[in-house]
T-cell receptor
Framework: ETGVTQTPRHLVMGMTNKKSLKCEQH?????MYWYKQSAKKPLELMFV???????ENNSVPSRFSPECPNSSHLFLHLHTLQPEDSALYLC??????????????FGPGTRLTVL | GQNIDQPTEMTATEGAIVQINCTYQ??????LFWYQQHAGEAPTFLSY??LDGLEEKGRFSSFLSRSKGYSYLLLKELQMKDSASYLC??????????WGAGTKLIIKP
């Protein structure tokens, strides 16, 4: 039990579909993150929210749209994805994202397959 | 550019000791993290080093040399459950985490 949950755990979608990934953290943290994890590649940071405000958007295509309604919930809205977007999408949270020792805690991820 | 290097895969024997190395070139340094990730699961935090030297936590130890841009994770008395990927990450001067691609550790009986 890491305190960070993600749903769904697996998702298969066509390129014309619209779907959303959900993340919830029960740790009282103020920062939340979306990462993309592809096989044999480093984690790619997609978005960062700190106190509900987006602070990072690392050149992510507009077909990925984040939403952070409060410090405990984070969504990733998906539309018109490409097959190369198939990957494990990880959500993480941390206390404040502003100190060296600030540790990120991860959810189990959503395994996304785009057909 | 910023870069984290770690071996892609390592194999070790149950009960033995293994050292997983990580070298980094980053713009600034505000600490180094090690995470463990079992297949299909979340990465879980193992250790954080910001000063030079060895930090010991049970069977796992992590070492840092800032002057050499080098760290290692030492796993003792290996167990089958230690089979996992081990991720090295460095926090740079902008407090961003820069990640390595991970080392897949295979434990054989």
């Amino acid at each position: 039990e890491t305190g960070v949950t993600q749903t769904p755990r697996h998702l298969v979608m066509g390129m014309t579909n619209k779907k959303s990934l959900k993340c919830e953290q029960h740790l009282g943290h103020n920062a939340m993150y979306w990462y993309k994890q592809s096989a044999k590649k480093p984690l790619e940071l997609m978005f960062v929210y700190n106190f509900k405000e987006q602070t990072e958007n690392n050149s992510v295509p507009s077909r990925f749209s984040p939403e952070c309604p409060n410090s405990s919930h984070l969504f990733l809205h998906l539309h018109t994805l490409q097959p190369e977007d198939s990957a494990l999408y990880l959500c993480a949270s941390s206390q404040d994202g502003e100190t060296g020792a600030d540790t990120q805690y991860f959810g189990p991820g959503t395994r996304l397959t785009v057909l | 550019g910023q870069n984290i290097d770690q071996p892609t895969e390592m194999t070790a024997t149950e009960g033995a000791i293994v050292q997983i190395n990580c070298t980094y070139q980053t713009s600034g340094f505000n600490g180094l993290f090690w995470y463990q990730q079992h297949a299909g699961e979340a990465p879980t935090f193992l250790s954080y080093n910001v000063l030079d030297g060895l930090e010991e936590k049970g069977r796992f130890s992590s070492f840092l040399s800032r002057s050499k841009g080098y760290s290692y994770l030492l796993l003792k008395e290996l167990q089958m459950k230690d089979s996992a990927s081990y991720l090295c990450a460095v926090r740079d001067s902008n407090y961003q985490l820069i990640w390595g691609a991970g080392t897949k550790l295979i434990i054989k009986p």
